[in-house]
């Protein structure tokens, strides 16, 4: 759920920024999320999630994040690795 939340505000977060001219607004805001996103990936199987629609759900969080991730750390100027 927190995870959730957070993926949904990250428009506002932006609007913030940019209103504010506060560009560590992003930096925090990814921070956090990939702190969210890591305790969601190390408390729910994602692949091996049971049934099959649950995975489905869970590796489209997985790639919200990834999506919403890639936006805010190319608004600061950061280029993600493609794989770790």
């Given at each position: 759920?927190?995870?959730?939340?957070?993926?949904?505000?990250?428009?506002?977060?932006?609007?913030?920024?940019a209103?504010?001219?506060?560009?560590?607004l992003?930096?925090?805001?990814?921070?956090?999320l990939?702190?969210?996103?890591?305790?969601?990936?190390?408390?729910f199987?994602?692949?091996k999630?049971?049934?099959p629609?649950?995975s489905d759900a869970?590796?489209a969080?997985?790639d919200?994040?990834?999506?919403?991730?890639?936006?805010?750390l190319n608004?600061i100027?950061?280029?993600?690795?493609?794989?770790?």
């Amino acid at each position: 759920r927190e995870l959730v939340l957070s993926l949904a505000s990250f428009p506002e977060t932006f609007s913030e920024a940019a209103e504010y001219f506060k560009p560590n607004l992003i930096a925090d805001f990814a921070n956090a999320l990939a702190d969210k996103f890591n305790t969601f990936y190390n408390a729910f199987p994602v692949i091996k999630a049971e049934p099959p629609e649950l995975s489905d759900a869970r590796l489209a969080l997985t790639d919200a994040t990834r999506i919403v991730l890639h936006n805010a750390l190319n608004l600061i100027g950061v280029v993600a690795p493609e794989k770790m």
